[in-house]
C-alpha cells in the first residue's frame, strides 16, 4: 500500500514543515514555552494521523501510530529526556505492532490470482 500523499507530499514531510514553522516562530518572537511548542506538533501529528486513516479508509493502524507520535512529542515537551535514538526505536516497535495486527484486519481490493497448474 502507497503512503497518501497530501498537496503532493508525504505526511512526514508535512509534519517536519509544522515543527520547523515552530522553531523559526519561537526564534524569531512567538513567546511560546517549551511545553506549548510540544504540544502544537503534538495536535499536528495527531491531526495528521486522522486524515491518514479518513484517507485510507481501513486506516486505524495509522491513526494508532499517529496518537503514538503525538504522545511521544508530548512527553518529550513535558520533559521526557529520550535520544532520537530510543525515540526511533519506540515509533519503530509501535509502527511493527500496529503493522502485524493491521495486516490481519485489512482485505485486498482485488481477489488473490489462482495458483498455477503444477507439472
Known amino acids: 500500500m502507497r503512503t497518501p500523499l497530501f498537496l503532493g507530499r508525504e505526511p512526514a514531510a508535512w509534519l517536519s514543515l ?3 514553522l515552530v522553531k523559526l516562530a519561537a526564534a524569531f518572537g512567538w513567546q511560546a514555552s517549551p511545553e506549548v511548542q510540544a504540544a502544537v506538533n503534538a495536535i499536528a501529528a495527531a491531526a495528521m494521523g486522522i486524515l491518514i486513516a479518513l484517507a485510507v479508509h481501513d486506516g486505524l493502524g495509522v491513526a494508532i501510530v499517529g496518537l503514538a507520535q ?9 520533559g521526557l529526556d529520550w535520544s532520537t535514538e530510543k525515540q526511533a526505536v519506540v515509533m519503530t516497535a509501535v509502527t511493527i505492532a500496529v503493522g502485524m495486527w493491521d495486516r490481519t484486519q485489512v482485505t485486498a481490493r482485488v481477489p488473490a490470482k489462482s495458483p498455477l497448474p503444477t507439472v
Do not use: E, N, T
Open 18 to 20: 509544522v515543527a520547523i
Open 70 to 78: 503525538s504522545a511521544l512529542a508530548l512527553s518529550i515537551g513535558y
